[in-house]
């Protein structure tokens, strides 16, 4: 990559600024999930990092992202080329009480004092959410941070693909020799976790196979203990047990099983989740509802499963179970 690239973003900004379907056009060295830099730099005898991102001065209005205070890149400002832009964390790590009176030595350049600090936006996710928001820091630098090889575009709420069409058009008008590709930045975020996804399909398989191994056990189980105490169900029918009485004889022994093997999953479930849950920064709390839930749901197909054989052995007419005996 070289200085055309900062030329291409420039120019695409300026062949689409008339189009009502485009709101804004920014260029950066890395977009979400596109890969990031990281550099290390030595302060006060202490080892730090930050992560970096070379933008224009469009990038944060186009994403939204707010001051805490200072500034933003202003293209009229030649010094600002100089100057880099926060995030709160770096703040933190620094232990900056007045921010803009700072300077960033982050190239350890021993005769200056490095990047002014013109502005400290608010923490916001540029990794996944299995990390914490580290130290970064934005410039428009390319000579030094690298020259823009993204460009993020915000379409206006309407007709994406007539925009994406608009869009098309304009490159291959401006470079026709460099093919036009796009992604949408909620798929470039998703990506960060097509690994859990799959991981999670993988799961629920698995435990949707589980579930029908295990009723399938359950039905022929309780076909076996039904037509063991066929005989003892027609002497209690004869002796004036309801249907109700018969159903909740066959299927106690089921309910007590169901919830004997739930009070040895729910713990061994509780720690791998806690497990799992431990490699992310932003923890969701597992409450006790979701194990009420889920032994809810337990009983409920274990009960289905076994309840045909109860109430046929049930409802069943005690002269053709006895009239043998």
Known sequence: FSDESDRVVAKFRQALSGEPEVSRIAGTTMSFNRGWSRYGYTIDEEEKFAYVYGVDHEYLPLLGIEFVEGRNFDVNNPADSNAIIVNEALVRDMGWDFPL???????????????????????????????????MFLSINTQDIGHLTEILVKLRAGNIPEGINKLKAKWQE??????????FLDENVATQYESYRRWMNIMGLATFLAIMISCLGLFGLSGINAVNRTKEIGIRKVMGAETWNIFILLNKQFFWLAIA???????????????WLESFQYVIP??????????????????????YHSIRAANSNPADTLKYE
């Open 286 to 307: 597992m409450s006790w509802d979701i194990f009420a839930i889920s032994l809810i749901i337990g009983l409920a197909v274990a009960i289905s499963t076994v309840s």
């Open 174 to 183: 401006i470079i026709p020799d460099k093919p036009f590709t796009y992604s």
């Open 101 to 135: 009176e700072e300077y960033l030595n982050w190239q350890e350049d021993s005769l200056g004092r490095g990047d002014r600090i013109i502005g400290v936006t608010r923490d916001y996710h540029f990794l996944s959410l299995e990390n914490d928001i580290h130290p």
């Open 261 to 275: 093997s739930f009070c040895v999953a729910a713990p061994f479930s509780w720690y791998i989740m806690d497990q």
